[in-house]
């Protein structure tokens, strides 16, 4: 395993702290024009005696830092990413020269609404494209990640039976379902009833018929669920439920399969959230700016974050804070405003047509796929699937070769491993999303390196237990390094472990 700081060209590189000399310097700061203050005495003992031990180094120096770094993490735009349920899409550059408009990127959130007509027009038109693309009755772009939205849609749904004077507290959920609907459910105090789904790995709406009672508040449901497969009871659920004085909350994460073919609404959900970085090509947050919009039918209206973007008779935007039933503000300000400009270019630059293609090509790579792995791997839901399909491990049991050594293998031969061990209702499991700009190449590549990592481990399975191989970094111990990480740079003099 290379050394702290080497590099692929077998010498040591040293880090950005251990870089520089006193008096390099990479900027041209004019004199301060401020009083100089006692800070001692203005601050106290939060003020810090000592000058912390920073590098000074050059514009060159950090430069190539930085680049270096990049050159280490893997992206979508070096190679395939085939992350199932997460859909690391391409992200088109044309989004990131619209969010770079001066007029959007140097627009203050605290801008008084007169000067900002041009931002809360765009909301409002994406909020409306939004509702119209998943046949919902208006859209909250408020919430600040597909999480938070999942959590604001369950807020809603108990505003409306508290509204109505009810307070229902189970959620059923099937195992096909993501694992945020279990913690959404918990912060809003509901218990939840987990369910299997049937043997085809869809609901079956006859086992479960029992457990739809007047005291379940809601169902929440992934439509396509995570083992790629359309829930096609999904209307026949939602009555079922509706019936019994329940709503239906739709997972929106995989909404990349159905845009422009189905329409949630329509098939009987009440409320849903989207992950735009999964389906509007807005970079995934990595924990930072994320943004999940929430869409929902007229009878939860009352009950939506606030604030929500009007306009008024003469055609002036306002945000509309007003509302006395709202579940109230989820967080600052009005949400990732730069998210909501990428992926209202991306819905203008494709239309109508081009949103209905993106899904059909999204289902066609992953039932090529499907195809073609299969030829060689164990395909547990060997049907139609919709926009990734589910492999695993089962013809490896012999070799000793494992979901974990297959996805660190890949990285070798320039792929991002698929999505491992989920989902749970499949032993092994990788799940496999190619989305719709992967090219017949790469997809074919992909089979390629599965198939030799497949015989690799039947020949020489310690090579594959090993892997990474050409990697900064060899294999780490994950475990280790989630329960001690390190989380601050120590001097070069101080021993630091990797």
Not at 40 to 47: T, V
């Amino acid at each position: 395993m290379p050394g702290r700081g080497a590099t692929d060209l077998g010498f040591s590189e040293p880090l950005i702290f251990d870089r520089g000399a006193p008096g390099r310097c990479g900027a041209s700061l004019p004199e301060s024009d401020v009083p100089a203050v006692d800070a001692q005495a203005a601050f106290g003992a939060q003020f810090r005696g000592v000058a912390p031990e920073l590098p000074e180094v050059s514009e060159p120096e950090v430069f190539r830092h930085y680049v270096r770094l990049s050159g280490q993490n893997f992206a979508i735009d070096k190679g395939m990413y085939p992350l199932g349920s997460c859909t690391m899409k391409y992200n088109p550059k044309v989004n990131e020269w619209a969010a770079r408009l001066d007029g959007f990127a140097g627009l203050h959130p605290c801008a008084p609404e007169e000067d900002s007509q041009g931002a809360l027009e765009l909301m409002f038109r994406l909020e409306r494209a939004l509702a119209e693309i998943c046949g919902m009755d208006a859209v909250s772009l408020h919430p600040a990640a597909g999480a938070q939205g999942e959590l604001a849609g369950l807020m809603m749904i108990c505003a409306y039976h508290g509204d109505q004077g009810r307070s229902p507290k189970k959620v059923l959920i099937p195992d096909t379902a993501h694992g945020t609907n279990s913690a959404s459910c918990a912060l809003n105090g509901l218990e939840t009833v987990s369910f299997p789904m049937g043997e085809n790995g869809i609901v079956d709406p006859a086992a479960l018929a029992p457990l739809v009672t007047e005291d379940v508040a809601a169902i929440m449901l992934t439509n396509p669920n995570t083992v790629g497969l359309f829930e096609t009871h999904l209307p026949q659920v939602a009555e079922m439920v509706h019936a019994k004085g329940g709503l239906v909350y739709g997972d929106g994460a995989n909404l990349n399969a159905i845009m422009g073919k189905a329409r949630p609404g329509d098939l009987g959900i009440d409320v849903m959230q989207f992950n735009l970085h999964k389906t509007f090509t807005t970079p995934h947050g990595g924990g930072g700016p994320g943004c999940g919009p929430v869409a929902y039918r007229a009878h939860l209206d009352p009950f939506a974050p606030v604030p929500v973007v009007v306009r008024d008779g003469d055609g002036v935007y306002r945000l509309d804070r007003d509302r006395p039933k709202t579940v109230g503000r989820l967080r600052s300000f009005q949400g990732n405003f730069g998210m909501m400009v990428r992926a209202y270019s991306y819905i203008r630059e494709l239309g109508p047509e081009g949103l209905r293609q993106v899904s059909e090509l999204a289902v066609l790579n992953a039932n090529y796929l499907r195809a073609r792995l299969g030829e060689l791997w164990n395909v547990p839901f060997d049907q139609t699937c919709m926009h990734e399909v589910v492999i695993n491990d089962r013809h490896l049991k012999e070799t000793g070769v494992t979901t974990l050594d297959v996805s660190k293998r890949l990285i070798d031969y320039g792929f991002h491993p698929p999505t491992m061990y989920f989902p749970l209702v499949v032993k092994g499991a990788m799940l496999v999303e190619p989305t719709e700009t992967e090219t017949r190449q790469s997809l074919d590549a992909f089979v390629d390196a599965m198939d030799a990592i497949q015989e690799e481990a039947k020949t020489n399975s310690e090579h594959v237990k090993t892997a990474p191989h050409h990697t900064r970094l060899g294999r780490l111990d994950e475990t280790r390094a989630a329960r001690q990480p390190v989380l601050r740079w120590q001097p070069s003099n101080t021993p630091m472990e990797q």
